[in-house]
């Protein structure tokens, strides 16, 4: 149905509430499925009308669409059930239970024995869950509270509860206007006409052949008509006649999508809307047709593909949206827009492409800049699915591909988006090719199409519904857009005619007619139809470079945001009719760093990333209207996108991550998912998140049982049986959406992950022409951006990653090589060392600045404050003996040093006033002191270096020993400990916490290892050293890590210094998220240790003892 079509419903609707055919009125809302209304339906429920509570929903949705959908036939059902029970009415409650409750069983068989089996009980509150139901009326106002929340996060009903704000009495007044058109027009116009019917149109009779008096208004362009001259059509009183409206000429109605005809008459409101015709030569952008198709020969296009929409109810972006009786408009103000930080999702490498799902408002999907898609489950930070670039059939792609794979198998993911329905997504890739899945309630991925599109890079790629039919639609570096059919893959069109690689794609409808606006990267704007004529429109974009365009939501406003080469920005509004630019919001730096992204949600908002930020505006305001830094960490032009009812907004991070943005919509739904508890309430919303078939874009998705999935990086969900009293307590009415649990370790093996090749994990060794030394010290630098490390012969080497097409962040990483940072003088940054003991044999101690500055350092001589940036030695202070063994900067202030000697003393040095303060052990008071433990058949005390570190909750302590690894308590109580063993039975030479905490990364002297969760210390896996140590380097000797460092911001992410004098950085492979899946020792059901998100010490200097 057009969208005009849909507005006369809505006018019809206030019509028969204005004359009060309430029976009517509910019909109509109902058969049109366009506006739900919550009061009537409230009133219905209350009255215990559940046939017709049953039959205005049908209208809306059935008992299979969604868990959303169940779960609301199922409160009503159910309630229906206890009523006739409360009643003593056996029979009613039988008829009720086998022909309404009895669907159900399929997915909760359990639930459905225990409802059977309250038949058998004198009063169904005996049962403990029901204990609590009081009397109908109280137990349907609580139950209604439930089906509310229901129904607002049910997709289906999306734009559907709130009714669009229009002037009252609509319909008389575009009657009345009519009218006064019609006499206008009229031969013999008389003065005072008298109207009789409105079957036919108005004309005035003729007094005996001759002309009447002249009208009082003069003809189309005269002055409002003098009041009287219609009488008021029924009630409408006050309205009177109305300003006639001028009919615009033919010139402006003829546009690149009809051809104009004089000669016909003007069309009805409700009439059908027009089909596709011939292009005329004049363009006037996106004006309606006004008149029937004329051209012959063309595949004209209907409504069709908007009753497709709706049955795939998917919810139509033009689509008017009302609620309730009032039918009030939408009031949004800025404490709407989604801005408090609720979530960090670590993906691991850089998001190049996000795009929620359309119905599951926490399902976001993510592509990035190493060919990898995950999907997220946002609520719960579970990663549902995880798949990393492979060409799924090499012989069917061409040889060009094929040689550029050969040539550069580097490759990054351009634009990832789903279907209309979700039940399929499209991802565009840097070369050549796009992949199409499946995706299914389940969470599961399926391939479904490879394409090799384009030559040279796809940079976009959209849906469309053209003709009835799901199409894809993709653009790129040949200069081409081109559209394939979604279930075969068959190529239906190709459009040539952009002069330089295309940009961007935006697909979409005016009325029944399908386009495609594309934007290339030499700033022009065209438009396609879905024929080979060629484009229709041929505009500049400001900037001339790099363009997006957008729709409001409700498909009636658009936007486009582009950035020039020289850095300048532009978000604009579009004149459809004009095909100019019809406001530019302002508030964009002079000179953006890179590509601004921008994003529209509510019709009301845009949202673009720029100068570390996201922008804010209202769409009528072109001043900017708030902005935020997300708590910082964005980079310079971050990504982003809206979920479809914009309480959550997803935003790129600089280190490889995505922040979730949540108004206080956004975040009490969050929070729902956050304490949902395991009463069983829930459990028939979680089996049908998993059991039913849904009829996708691509017709039904089969059933898919949760026990036997083969996507591996997707954890099962576990089913509840629902409780009885699912609505009874208002404290769980809430509970909307199903709990997704992680059970990997109940369903994996007990054997941990053994990673001995090197193609199991992203291994880097740092490039070093320097002389090898054994690495003594190593460690990250805060921001990420650099690793440093201090060998034994004293010198210090520093690598820093630069930024790259494959690295934009410029963070370490195991895929970019960094560069060995040297000055331009040649000068290596070398401490000073000590007559009495070789650099060898002394104790190396360092610590980094907070700004990463200044570094201090000594190995076994002085102690030596460097500039980082130079090199240069800034001071040196604290000859031996004795010799400093530790060292730490003020958190706080730079200038203050604390340095801990070899003698036991600690002492405080300020920079600035070259002051020095001592500190001896002898004054303190011991609190307590303890031995560790030695494993058993080991003789005690044992010798040996200790090295311990605080937790960052600084209630416990990692103990370092090279015959354990042990936590301990602020008490001194060894809570765990574990002992070298099995696959790991050498010498621990070094360990550390991971920046959150969770793990513990530790090194063994035979070159192994080991990744430990760090509450259990169970292992999660073993890295053996051929698969980061190649076969030449380990045949000359057994290197092994002396020392390893942890990532400041990347848990998964770290760097061991070698005995050879190698740094080598290590990550998990890009099939795998992080290190291990399950755990494989248990040491007893011991006290779990709390973790925090980050460590507030530099984890790779810890104290020696």
Not at 299 to 310: I, W
């Amino acid at each position: 149905m057009s969208s005009l079509s849909r507005e006369l419903v809505f006018l019809i609707l206030q019509f028969l509430d204005e004359e009060k055919f309430k029976e009517t009125v509910h019909k109509l809302e109902q058969e049109s499925g366009f506006f739900f209304n919550m009061k009537y339906f409230e009133d219905q429920v209350q009255a215990g009308e559940w046939e017709e509570v049953e039959r205005y929903l049908s209208g809306f949705t059935k008992v299979e669409d969604n868990r959303y959908s169940m779960k609301i036939f199922f409160e009503i059902r159910k309630q229906k059930y206890l009523e006739a029970l409360d009643r003593q009415d056996r029979a009613k409650a039988v008829e009720i239970l086998v022909k309404d409750l009895k669907v159900f069983a399929s997915f909760n068989e359990d639930l459905f024995k225990e409802i059977t089996q309250l038949l058998t009980l004198d009063n169904f509150r005996q049962n403990e869950q029901l204990s609590k139901y009081g009397d109908t009326k109280s137990a349907r106002n609580i139950m209604l509270v439930e089906l509310k929340k229901l129904i607002e996060a049910n997709p289906l009903f999306r734009d559907k509860l709130t009714f669009p704000a229009f002037k009252a009495s609509r319909l008389r007044t575009l009657i009345n206007q009519s009218l006064n058109w019609q006499h206008q027009l009229c031969k013999n116009p008389r003065p005072n006409p008298d109207i009789k019917t409105l079957f036919t149109d108005h004309t005035c009779a003729s007094n005996n052949g001759t002309r009447g008096p002249p009208p009082n208004n003069t003809p189309l362009a005269g002055p409002v008509p003098r009041p009287g001259v219609f009488p008021p059509l029924g009630p409408l009183g006050g309205h009177g006649p109305f300003q006639p409206v001028v009919s615009p000429p033919p010139s402006a109605i003829a546009g690149w999508m009809s051809t104009a005809n004089p000669s016909m008459p003007h069309a009805a409101v409700a009439a059908a809307p027009p089909g596709l015709v011939q292009a005329p030569s004049s363009v006037a952008f996106l004006k309606h047709p006004r008149t029937p198709p004329g051209g012959p020969g063309m595949d004209y296009q209907t409504a069709d593909s908007e009753h497709l929409m709706k049955r795939l109810r998917t919810g139509q972006p033009d689509e008017v949206s009302f609620s309730g009786s009032t039918h009030q408009p939408n009031n949004y103000s800025p404490d709407d827009l989604p801005k408090t930080v609720v979530r960090n999702l670590s993906q691991g490498s850089n998001v190049m492409s996000m795009d929620f799902h359309p119905q599951q408002q926490t399902v976001l999907l993510v592509g990035t800049n190493v060919g990898d898609i995950s999907i997220w489950e946002v609520g719960s930070r579970e990663r549902l699915a995880l798949k990393a670039f492979k060409v799924w059939d090499i012989s069917a792609c061409s040889m060009p591909f094929q040689t550029t794979l050969v040539k550069d198998a580097t490759i990054s993911v351009n634009r990832c988006v789903w279907g209309p329905d979700g039940s399929i997504l499209g991802v565009a890739f840097s070369k050549h090719i796009v992949q199409i899945y499946t995706y299914n309630p389940a969470g599961e991925l399926r391939q479904h199409l490879e394409i090799d599109a384009h030559v040279g890079g796809v940079n976009d790629i959209a849906f469309a519904h053209p003709n009835k039919q799901l199409c894809i639609v993709t653009c790129g570096d040949d200069k081409t857009i081109k559209v394939w059919d979604a279930v075969s893959g068959r190529r239906q069109y190709t459009f040539e005619g952009h002069e330089a690689p295309v940009y961007s794609v935006c697909p979409h409808y005016k009325e029944n007619i399908q386009f495609i606006f594309s934007t290339a990267i030499d700033g022009k704007i065209k438009a396609w139809l879905y024929d080979s004529l060629g484009s229709r429109v041929d505009y500049d974009a400001p900037g001339l470079w790099c363009t997006t365009m957008a729709y409001s939501a409700d498909g009636t406003r658009l936007f486009s945001c582009g950035t020039s080469k020289e850095g300048e920005s532009h978000l604009v509004e579009w004149n459809e009719s004009e095909g100019a630019i019809k406001r530019t919001f302002s508030g964009f730096r002079k000179r953006s760093l890179g590509v601004v992204q921008f994003d529209t949600t509510r019709n009301r908002f845009l949202a673009a990333g720029d100068e570390f930020q996201i922008k804010f505006w209202d769409m009528d305001n072109t001043n900017i209207l708030t902005y935020t830094d997300g708590d910082g960490g964005l980079p310079a032009s971050p990504r982003l996108r809206f979920n479809k009812e914009g309480s959550l907004l997803a935003v790129t991070t600089s280190d490889n991550g995505i922040k979730i943005l949540a108004n206080t919509d956004g975040q009490r739904m969050l929070r729902m998912l956050e304490t949902r508890a395991f009463d069983g309430a829930r459990g028939l919303s979680e089996a049908v998140n998993v059991k039913p078939a849904v009829a996708g874009a691509l017709g039904p998705i089969a059933n898919v049982s949760v026990s036997v999935s083969p996507i591996l990086e997707r954890n099962d969900r576990i089913q509840q049986p629902m409780s009885l009293l699912a609505s009874m307590e208002s404290s769980r009415v809430t509970d909307v959406k199903p709990r997704i649990l992680d059970t990997t370790e109940k369903i994996k093996s007990w054997k941990s992950p053994d990673i001995s090749e090197p193609s199991q994990l992203k291994t880097l060794k740092l490039p070093d022409p320097l002389t090898p030394s054994k690495v003594v010290r190593l460690l990250y630098t805060n921001s990420g951006l650099a690793v440093l490390a201090l060998a034994s012969n004293a010198i210090h080497k520093l690598w820093k990653w630069q930024r790259n097409e494959r690295n934009p962040s410029g963070k370490s990483s195991a895929s970019s090589v960094p560069q060995l940072w040297q000055p331009t003088k040649g000068a290596l940054m070398s401490n000073d060392l000590s007559d009495a003991k070789p650099a060898e044999d002394s104790v190396a101690c360092i610590a980094l600045s907070k700004n990463d500055s200044y570094v201090m350092s000594a190995s076994g001589g002085k102690v030596s404050l460097f500039n980082m940036m130079t090199f240069k030695v800034m001071t040196t202070f604290m000859p031996p003996p004795p010799a400093a063994t530790y060292l730490a900067f003020h958190p706080q202030d730079n200038n203050v040093l604390a340095i801990g000697m070899e003698d036991s003393t600690i002492q405080i040095y300020n920079v600035r006033v070259d002051e020095l303060c001592a500190w001896s052990i002898d004054g303190w008071e011991k609190k307590k002191s303890r031995p560790i433990q030695a494993p058993p058949g080991q003789p005690t005390p044992l010798v040996g270096e200790t090295r311990v570190q605080f937790h960052n909750n600084q209630s416990h302590l990692l103990v370092v020993h090279e015959s354990q690894i042990a936590i301990y308590d602020a008490q001194l109580e060894c809570l765990r400990s574990w002992y070298p063993r099995d696959s790991l039975s050498s010498a621990i030479s070094s360990a550390i916490y991971s920046s959150d905490g969770l793990l513990i990364i530790t090194g063994f002297c035979d070159g192994a290892v080991g990744i430990f969760d760090s509450d259990s210390l169970n292992l999660r896996c073993r890295i053996a050293p051929s698969a980061y140590i190649s076969s030449s380097i380990s045949s000359n000797g057994n290197p092994f890590p002396v020392v390893v460092a942890a990532h400041p911001s990347d848990p998964n992410q770290f760097a061991l210094g070698m005995s050879d004098g190698a740094v080598h950085v290590i990550e998990p492979s890009d099939a795998e998220t992080k290190w291990g899946g399950s755990t494989s020792q248990d040491n007893g059901a011991l006290p779990s240790i709390p973790s925090s998100s980050a460590l507030n010490s530099q984890p790779s200097e810890t104290p020696s003892r």
